[in-house]
């Protein structure tokens, strides 16, 4: 039986040629060009041969002479061709004409020199980027990484690099941003990405990197030295991601998850000047023993407060109310006690003792103990503090020893505004020795009695000193025999005209324009006695 043969080897000199014409694998040219039967189809052959090596053997090896040296002549015409093409690459002043010479060259050392000179010196940034496509010595296209100016030909070198220690370098070094966190994000080696966590000059490709560490040791060393704390907190963030999510994923791949020793936590949350580093440092532990250390020794509060939040136990809580140095460290932990004898005893502490008055305002706002709030009421330096004790008050007759005894007259308004004793306000409104009058106008306010409080108001009109009062307390008044008395003969003009202005009974009005000290005091009086309908003449002295 005869055995295959290609049709390029037909004895059929016609169907062997159109054979050859129809091959465009170079392979199979060379085959056709050696082992043909036809020396015609042979010649036909190596005419469409452009593989120098091939052509080269031919011209050597060749058993037919005619053929041979039509590969000699394809040779030499080859040769100069690749002069020509050598010479544009080289010295032509246009990167696009430079390339299009450069993909014919057959000299790829070559080849690559102008590649490597197109990439980082053409005129364009999309021929550069053509020609960083092309490339493939390492070294040049991590130099075009980091400092190409244009970020299509950045991204084009990264692209095309796989050396984990150059993509490093480029993610350490790289002159511009995109560059350093795309060579990031193509890093899979844990000590690659190590060191560009630890060591890279720019802080978003390193927390990239972070992101990707699984090597808790190399993370807790980043959280607890480093001197970004924007690098701190990726690092303890990414150890909360590994601790809550990835321990099945550890288990599938049958890989270990070393655990971080949690006292290295636990110095984190006391010592680091960042506020979510130490949160998430203090998220991280779940030993009840290590959170109490923490919200009894740390020095900043939030990381105390984060401890006690994720405390239960009673006996831990109280002693941290009762011993941190923090007055609202106290009062967090306080809060969470069930037993609310022991709370009012930390509140009270508090009150008595903490030197910040924003914590001992707290602290009233949940005391109890009407008798320590007298205290506070009688002997808070801050203003503020003694006024939030005194509202804190319901009891009625240490209100009253509040009116009567305290010194602080900013308390007094106060504590009458919380009584409701009718009798206690009477006696507070009719002392005009021994109290303000703003407390005895609050007080006739709240009295059901309102012709004690009408007197009140008379009295204080005409005996007080403050005009601002006295206006307050007219204003109050109803009774127009009081206000005519008033708008006739107070010593004060503006006093007089305030009487006239709450005047409505014509009589009253009709005494006053006739009698009244005040010119003005009469002229208003008539003005409204005119208008209330009132037609008879009044005479004006």
Not at 119 to 148: C, F, S
Not at 254 to 264: E, K
Not at 368 to 393: G, H, P
Request: charged residues 30%; hydrophobic residues 40%; proline residues 1%.
């Amino acid at each position: 039986m005869r055995s295959y043969r290609p049709v390029w080897d037909s004895e059929n000199e016609k169907k062997a040629l159109k054979a050859v014409e129809r091959l465009k694998d170079e392979a199979k040219l060379a085959r056709a060009a050696k082992e043909a039967r036809n020396w015609y189809v042979r010649k036909a052959a190596v005419k469409k041969l452009t593989d120098i090596n091939v052509l080269t053997d031919i011209a050597k090896n060749g058993e037919n002479h005619s053929v041979s040296m039509m590969a000699i002549e394809i040779l030499s015409k080859q040769t100069l061709v690749q002069r020509v093409y050598a010479d544009i690459a080289i010295n032509s002043k246009h990167s696009d004409v430079r390339m299009d010479a450069t993909k014919k060259l057959i000299d790829q050392s070559l080849a690559q020199k102008v590649y490597a000179d197109i990439a980082k010196n053409g005129e364009d940034w999309l021929t550069r980027k053509l020609a960083t496509n092309e490339l493939t010595v390492v070294n040049i296209v991590a130099d075009i990484a980091k400092n190409d100016e244009s970020w299509d030909v950045r991204m084009t070198a990264v692209k095309k690099m796989a050396s984990q220690s150059a993509l490093a370098d480029i993610a350490k070094n790289a002159k511009y941003g995109n560059s350093h966190t795309y060579a990031v994000l193509k890093l899979t080696d844990q000590n690659a990405l190590a060191d560009v966590a630890k060591n890279g000059k720019y802080n978003y490709a390193r927390q990239t990197a972070i992101e990707a560490l699984i090597d808790q040791n190399v993370l807790i060393d980043i959280a607890e030295n480093d001197a970004d704390e924007d690098i701190r907190k990726a690092a303890v963030g990414r150890l909360k991601t590994i601790d809550r999510y990835m321990p099945s994923e550890f288990a599938r791949k049958g890989t270990d998850n070393v655990q971080v020793d949690p006292y290295r936590f636990v110095e984190i949350a006391k010592r680091d000047e960042h506020a979510d580093v130490r949160k998430i440092a203090v998220e991280m532990l779940t030993d009840r023993y290590l959170l109490f250390d923490i919200a009894v020794n740390s020095v900043f509060t939030d990381a105390c407060i984060k401890a006690i939040e994720m405390l239960t136990d009673q006996n831990l809580l109280f002693e941290i109310a009762k011993n941190s140095i923090h007055g609202e460290v106290c009062m967090k932990a306080a809060e969470k006690l069930t037993n609310q004898t022991l709370a009012q005893e930390v509140y009270i502490d508090i009150v008595k003792s903490d030197k910040y008055w924003k914590d001992r305002k707290e602290a009233i706002g949940k005391l109890t103990n009407q008798d320590i709030l007298l205290e506070v009421a009688k002997n808070d330096e801050y203003s503020n503090i003694r006024i939030a004790a005194v509202k804190k008050m319901t009891d009625q007759c240490l209100l009253l020893e509040v009116v009567k005894s305290i010194e602080y007259s900013d308390v007094h308004c106060v504590a009458v505004e919380k009584l409701t004793d009718q009798n206690v306000l009477a006696e507070i409104a009719k002392n005009s020795e021994d109290s303000n009058s703003d407390v005895r106008m609050i007080a006739a306010g709240k009295l059901n009695d309102q012709t004690l409080a009408q007197e009140v108001y008379a009295d204080i009109a005409k005996r007080d000193s403050y005009l601002e009062i006295r206006l307050e307390a007219v204003r109050k008044l109803t009774v127009q025999d009081i206000l005519a008395d008033i708008a006739k003969n107070d010593k004060n003009c503006c006093v007089c005209m305030e009487a006239v202005e709450m005047l409505t009974d014509p009589n009253a009005l009709a005494d006053v324009a006739k009698n009244a000290k005040y010119r003005n005091a009469r002229l208003e009086a008539a003005k409204k006695f005119i208008k209330n309908g009132k037609t008879r003449r009044v005479k004006y002295e």
